[in-house]
């Protein structure tokens, strides 16, 4: 049995890579490895996959419709995908739009058309993005709401892979199961999220922005967290007609950004030089995840509040950029 895992060199796609090889399933793994941030990070993720029992990778973009597509011939027998690949970020959305639809919704559509291709394929899993949200303002955020008011291109794009994967699941069967992931942090994290900028810019006595001046509350879930949820999915694929589903993968509290600041503070033993600035174009207010859907279905039950993940989050960067 192998599992396809696209991303596998990004925070998420490498972690969830290596929870799979640690309970003795092939991966292979695919990812760009493009520059939207540090390329040394995203080769040290893959770095720590390199020589792993049960693990191969190949350089390629998941909108590459001929060198996906190869994969079909060259590794018949996957039997699961995990489609993480995608262009991240909703600030950058608004600077290059273009990058969102190639590789968010074309990606998407070729990692289905592969799918297609699989004849062993038992369940097709993706991210989607508690952005999909948007304006909603009945907390908390629930995969039963109206989703149709996104605040942002890389919302909408997020948004559109949900339709197009119930689509493939009701013309061709395919069990697909959407995520929409609540913002993740911890160890390995992305250099563009909150936990990162907020330490590099405390650690150099730089002035941080925090926006909506201050009332900003977030979802903040732990990576292994989101890590033990994605690979409760991939066993218990979606059924039904169509065979589709979306879960919400978040912590089920919705913390405020001056809160998460404090527990950085406290780790790090400095006090930061705060910036109020107004709400920025594409940003909301306040995640907040419902997963009673979760809990039910597939045991989802996140254990790590920010007093605990905060702390490892710092204890490795320390450890990575030797500070």
């Known amino acids: 049995m192998t599992i396809l895992v696209t991303g596998a060199a990004g ?9 799979l090889l640690a309970r003795g399933q092939k991966v ?6 493009n520059d939207y941030y540090d390329v ?13 029992d049960g693990f191969s990778f190949r350089k390629l973009d998941i909108s590459d419709r ?10 018949p027998g996957i039997t699961g995908i995990i489609n993480l690949a995608a262009q991240a970020g909703v600030r950058h959305s608004l600077v290059d739009p273009y990058i969102y ?13 592969l799918a297609r291709k699989l004849p062993a394929l038992k369940h097709f899993v993706y991210a989607s993005s508690s952005s999909v949200y948007g304006g909603n303002t009945e ?29 493939y699941a009701h013309l061709y069967k395919i069990p697909v199961t959407g995520l929409r992931f609540f913002t993740v942090y911890g160890p390995w994290g992305r250099p563009d999220m909150a936990a990162f900028i907020f330490t590099r810019a405390i ?54 950004l001056t809160d998460f600041i404090g527990e950085i503070e406290k780790a790090l033993g400095r006090k930061a030089q705060v910036q109020l600035e107004p709400i920025q ?21 996140p254990t790590t509040p920010i007093s605990a993940g905060i702390p490892k989050f710092i204890a490795w960067y320390r450890e990575f950029y030797g500070v």
Not at 11 to 19: H, L, R, W
Not at 101 to 113: A, F, K, R
Not at 288 to 300: C, P, Q
């Open 11 to 19: 925070f998420i796609g490498s972690s969830v890579a290596k929870a």
């Open 28 to 33: 292979l793994g695919i990812d760009n490895l």
């Open 40 to 52: 040394s990070l995203k080769e040290a993720r893959l770095a720590a996959l390199t020589g792993l």
């Open 66 to 75: 001929e060198a996906v597509l190869a994969l079909a011939d060259e590794f």
């Open 101 to 113: 639809v190639t590789s968010n919704v074309m990606g998407q559509v070729v990692m289905l058309e």
């Open 139 to 167: 907390l908390p955020f629930s995969v039963d709401d109206a989703v149709e008011k996104p605040n942002s291109l890389y919302a909408a794009t997020k948004r559109a892979d949900e339709l197009i994967a119930h689509t």
């Open 203 to 256: 650690l150099a006595g730089e002035p941080i922005q925090v926006f909506n001046h201050g009332e900003m509350w977030r979802d903040f879930t732990y990576i292994d967290d989101i890590v033990n949820g994605v690979v409760r999915v991939l066993d218990r694929p979606a059924t039904g007609e169509p065979p589709c589903k979306l879960y919400n993968l978040g912590n089920h509290r919705s913390e405020k």
């Open 281 to 301: 174009a594409g940003d909301v207010p306040r995640t907040y995840a419902d997963i009673d859907a979760s809990t039910r279905d597939l045991g989802f039950a």
